[in-house]
């Protein structure tokens, strides 16, 4: 079992639709939480980190359930732009940095 | 300011030759970390340094695989005898601090490898 797992997807959503995306972290250790986001053969970016209040950034919000070891990312009015992979990063307090395989979007017109 | 920059942006190599990535970190950043990432597939980590020491190495995938760092700024990974399967991305970050919650990481542009 990998150490985070998300969503495989693909999704496909046309623009305005509400997407929310998953991921599970195995490590207990685990002290913090980030969403990152890659577009195609870029490097990834931050997106936002994760508050164990949940967080939201304009239209995105993000949530932690430390009981459940599970992190998700909601997006609400879906824009074009907002097409890309989407990372799930935990870091233990030792540095270690562990990425989820990603989750992809796809925002049709 | 000036982001993380990593060189060569493209490597072009033959089997069994050996490589040398560099990643220059974001001045003042004290940890820096190396991922590497195959056409399609996720990130994978392979290591990083808190200033010039490595507490976890055990991302590295064989003995072929090395980084060094000197102080708190350029950073090699190094592969000796590359494989086909070594061809991937090779991604660097850097960030401000090491400490819960404030280790944000910035990405270079990556190091395309190719082995022939």
């Known amino acids: 079992r990998k150490e985070v797992e998300q969503d495989p997807g693909p999704f496909n959503v046309p623009e305005g639709a509400t997407v929310a995306f998953n991921c599970t972290y195995s490590?207990?250790?685990?002290?913090?939480f980030f969403w990152y986001r890659q577009d195609c053969r870029k490097e990834p970016k931050l997106l936002m980190s994760?508050?164990?209040s949940g967080n939201e950034d304009g239209r995105f919000t993000a949530q932690l359930n430390r009981a459940s070891q599970y992190i998700s990312l909601l997006i609400r009015d879906s824009k074009l732009s907002d097409s890309a992979t989407y990372l799930c990063v935990v870091n233990t307090n030792a540095g270690k940095s562990t990425f989820g395989d990603g989750t992809t979007l796809t925002v049709k017109p | 300011g000036a982001g993380v920059s990593q060189s060569p942006s493209n490597k072009v190599t033959e089997k069994g030759k050996d490589v040398e990535l560099r990643c220059d970190p974001i001045?003042?950043?004290?940890?820096l970390y190396w991922y590497r990432q195959r056409l399609g597939q996720g990130l994978e980590f392979l290591i990083y340094f808190q200033g010039n020491s490595a507490p976890d190495k055990s991302g590295l995938p064989s003995d072929r695989f090395s980084a060094e760092r000197t102080g708190e700024s350029v950073s090699t990974l190094t592969i000796q005898r590359t494989q086909q399967e070594d061809s991937a991305v090779y991604l660097c970050a850097s960030s401000l601090a090491f400490a819960k919650g404030i280790n944000e990481q910035f990405f270079g542009p990556g190091t395309r490898l190719t082995v022939l």
């Open positions: 490590n207990s250790a685990s002290q913090s």
């Open positions: 001045s003042g950043h004290t940890a």
């Open positions: 994760v508050y164990s």
